[in-house]
């Protein structure tokens, strides 16, 4: 079992999770926080036990974004840039990355890049007391982490905007409605919708999952015909798995299909 100085860290099941521990102060975020994170993502992409990965917080919120105690003294704007390259870059592209679906269970608030956090999984469910907070222009910066980039793509610009020039939390329901959140659930079942989710994504084939995900990302910013040839691409790694030849197999002989993850 691994330890991480900042991180919870259990498999079950074939399932990751990952409890952010720092909940006296919201598991806000310091670089002991993000190395921890990348160095857990990077465990669970390397894990091919592991087939899907649960994201979460201990106790009161999911994550309050970066520390603002190490805001004090102010840090020179060189500092803040190195740390958004050095800290968070390699957070998020690792997390984006990973061939293997990561839900959020967000409970309590994301705020700031807490919800920057949550947003780059490929799934969130929400406690039904739990909310998302573009904490950012409350402090009077720029939603940094990728907030934008995510935020932008899952509900559109000018929501986006106001949700990040507002800076009010966003509750669990609102998520729903605006497709910032996939499920809202009774805030004492969390965990357990949650992992019960993961535990069935576990079961599934997880490097068409996984590639799926690279599918979308790259749709997202490039043409119709261009994509079509990058899933012609990934197909070509998807056709030689065990798991496509017992997908097929499993239908003709109608039977539930098991696979085995790649
Ligand atoms: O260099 C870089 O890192 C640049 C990158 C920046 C990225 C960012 O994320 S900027 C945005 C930073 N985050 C915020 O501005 C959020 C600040 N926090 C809040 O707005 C609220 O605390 C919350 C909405 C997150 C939670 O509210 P609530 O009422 O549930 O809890 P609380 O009472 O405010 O906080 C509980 C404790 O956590 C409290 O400590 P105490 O008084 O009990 O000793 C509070 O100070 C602490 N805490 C909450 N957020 C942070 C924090 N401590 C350090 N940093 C925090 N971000």
Redesign the pocket.
């Known amino acids: 079992m691994s330890e991480f100085e900042t991180l919870l860290f259990t498999v079950e099941e074939n399932v990751a999770v990952i409890t952010l521990n720092r909940p006296?102060?919201?598991n806000?975020?310091n670089s002991e926080l993000n190395r921890d994170l990348v160095a857990a993502f990077n465990q669970v992409a390397a894990d091919e036990t592991v087939r899907a990965v649960l994201v979460t917080g201990a106790g009161?919120?999911f994550c309050?974004?970066?520390?603002?105690?190490?805001?004090q003294p102010i840090?020179t704007p060189e500092?803040?840039y190195d740390?958004?390259l050095a800290?968070?870059q390699p957070m998020m592209t690792t997390l984006l990355a990973m061939k293997k679906p990561v839900i959020a269970a967000v409970n309590?608030?994301a705020?700031?890049?807490?919800?920057?956090l949550a947003l780059a999984c490929d799934l969130r469910v929400m406690a039904d007391d739990a909310?998302m907070?573009m904490?950012?222009s409350?402090?009077a910066?720029v939603p940094?982490?990728g907030a934008t980039w995510l935020l932008a793509r899952l509900v559109g610009y000018s929501r986006a905007y106001e949700i990040a020039i507002e800076g009010q939390?966003v509750r669990a329901e609102r998520c729903l409605e605006l497709g910032l959140t996939n499920k809202v659930v009774p805030a004492n079942q969390l965990l357990e919708i949650s992992m019960a989710w993961a535990k069935n994504l576990a079961q599934r084939p997880t490097l068409a999952l996984g590639l799926t995900k690279h599918a979308l990302q790259f749709a997202q910013i490039n043409d119709l015909s261009a994509t079509i040839e990058y899933e012609a691409r990934l197909q070509k790694q998807t056709i030689p798995s065990h798991d496509f030849m017992e997908g097929v197999m499993a239908f003709m002989q109608k039977r539930p299909s098991h696979f085995k993850g790649k």
């Open positions: 006296e102060r919201r806000a975020m009161k919120g309050a974004g970066a520390d603002l105690t190490l805001f840090p500092q803040i740390t958004i800290n968070y309590g608030v705020a700031g890049a807490g919800a920057s909310s907070l904490a950012f409350n402090i910066l940094d982490a939390r």
